[in-house]
C-alpha cells in the first residue's frame, strides 16, 4: 500500500506544479528541436536574387520605411473591434431557442451599443480617409 494522493501533496506541494513544469519543458524543447533540425538539414546558397525583398525580380521601388496616415491604423483599429465584437453575435445565435425574449433584448442592447460606437466613430472622423 502506497502513499494516500492527498498526503503526498500536503507533504510536498511542489509535486501539485509537476504536470505544467513538464508541458512547459516540452513546449520549449520541442520548437528548439524543430529549429535546431531544420538548421541542420536546409540548404544554405544566398545569392543576389534570394536576398531581395522580392524574390519575383521586380526591383523594390521607394523605401521601405515610408510612413502611413493615422488613420490608415485608426480605420484598422475600428474594423477589428466591430469585427471583434460582432463575432458574439455567433454564440447567440447557436442558443436562441433557448434565450427566448430575455435573448434578444439583450442582443438589441448590444447592437444598439455598438451602433452608437460606429456613430461616435463617424462623427468625429475616424472613418474619414482624407
Not at 474594423?79 to 445565435?93: K, N, Q, Y
Amino acid at each position: 500500500m502506497g502513499i494516500p494522493t492527498a498526503l503526498f501533496l500536503e507533504v510536498n506541494p511542489i509535486y501539485g506544479y509537476l504536470p505544467i513544469i513538464v508541458v512547459l519543458t516540452i513546449a520549449m524543447i520541442i520548437p528548439a528541436a524543430g529549429l535546431f533540425v531544420g538548421k541542420l538539414i536546409r540548404p544554405s546558397k544566398p545569392e543576389a536574387a534570394k536576398l531581395l525583398p522580392y524574390e519575383c525580380g521586380i526591383e523594390p521601388v521607394g523605401d521601405a520605411r515610408e510612413r502611413f496616415s493615422v488613420r490608415y491604423y485608426m480605420v484598422a483599429m475600428l474594423f477589428l473591434i466591430f469585427d471583434v465584437e460582432t463575432i458574439f453575435l455567433f454564440p447567440w445565435a447557436v442558443v436562441y431557442d433557448q434565450l427566448a425574449i430575455f435573448g434578444l433584448i439583450e442582443i438589441l442592447i448590444f447592437i444598439a451599443i455598438l451602433v452608437v460606437g460606429y456613430y461616435y466613430a463617424w462623427r468625429k472622423g475616424a472613418l474619414e480617409w482624407t
